[in-house]
């Protein structure tokens, strides 16, 4: 199974500041159709996960410009280039191209100063 | 607006069963896989089961497999998960997920906000 490790585990940033998030991967996340499902979610406290960015650096629909996805190979990044208050909770990658079983990361929860 | 709303979370006793049920709406149930994922209190993200579109096909994680069954009701717009022989472990809160790509398994772009199971004698 592939095994997704996030670093940091924990993060406190300034209002307004930039705050990144990195994603490993233990193997190849290239899908036999080319494709790269590499996904990042937010939870805020008491909330479901909700889905950010899709397929590396594709922004869901609704997700503020702010958030970026970016990375290849087995290394993956997500960037907020503003961090607002809204945007405390934890942070999980998630891989689906070599599933079954889909893997998360453990998750890095993000608190702003 | 994609809507999936669970419910079927209790208190059950070590080696009981519980089915939960998630009923969608919003979208098109019979295009897209769809999925259970759980979360122990104050853990992560972990998936649990999956099935695809028409039902046929389904996957389990390895500390459900044997004991827990997915299963759909496309008529009904409904996936469920058949819980039995549960252990202490199973512990969590349960969430339903869409599929964000038809016929696929993808990520997931919808979820709903969860059942909580709770197994202690």
């Known amino acids: 199974d592939i095994v997704m490790t996030q670093t940091p585990l924990s993060s406190v940033v300034p209002l307004g500041q930039p705050a990144s998030i990195t994603c490993r991967s233990s193997?190849?996340?290239?899908?036999?159709?080319?494709?790269?499902?590499l996904s990042w979610l937010h939870q805020r406290p008491g909330q479901p996960p909700r889905l950010l960015i899709y397929?590396?650096?594709r922004r869901f629909s609704g997700v503020p410009d702010r958030f970026s996805g970016s990375g290849a190979g087995t290394e993956f990044t997500l960037t907020i280039s503003r961090v607002e208050a809204e945007d405390v909770g934890v942070y999980y990658c998630?891989?689906?191209?070599?599933?079954?079983?889909?893997?998360f990361g453990q998750g890095t929860k993000l608190e702003i100063k | 607006e994609v809507q999936l709303l669970e419910s079927g979370g209790d208190l059950a006793q070590p080696e009981g069963s519980l089915r939960l049920t998630c009923a969608a709406s919003?979208?098109?149930?019979?295009?897209?896989?769809m999925s259970w994922v759980r979360q122990a209190p104050g853990k992560g993200l972990e998936w649990v089961a999956s099935?695809?579109?028409?039902?046929?096909?389904?996957y389990y994680g390895d500390s459900v497999k044997g004991r827990f069954t997915i299963s759909r009701d496309n008529s009904g717009n409904t996936l469920f998960l058949q819980m039995s022989n549960l252990r202490a472990e199973d512990s969590a809160l349960y969430y339903c997920?869409?599929?964000?790509?038809?016929?696929?398994?993808?990520?997931?772009?919808?979820w709903g906000h969860g059942t909580l199971v709770t197994v202690s004698s």
């Open positions: 997920a869409k599929d964000g790509v038809k016929n696929g398994y993808s990520y997931f772009d919808s």
């Open positions: 919003g979208f098109t149930f019979n295009y897209y896989a």
């Open positions: 099935i695809n579109f028409s039902g046929e096909t389904t």
């Open positions: 193997g190849s996340l290239v899908h036999n159709d080319g494709n790269i499902y």
């Open positions: 397929r590396i650096s």
């Open positions: 998630m891989q689906a191209t070599q599933f079954p079983p889909y893997t």
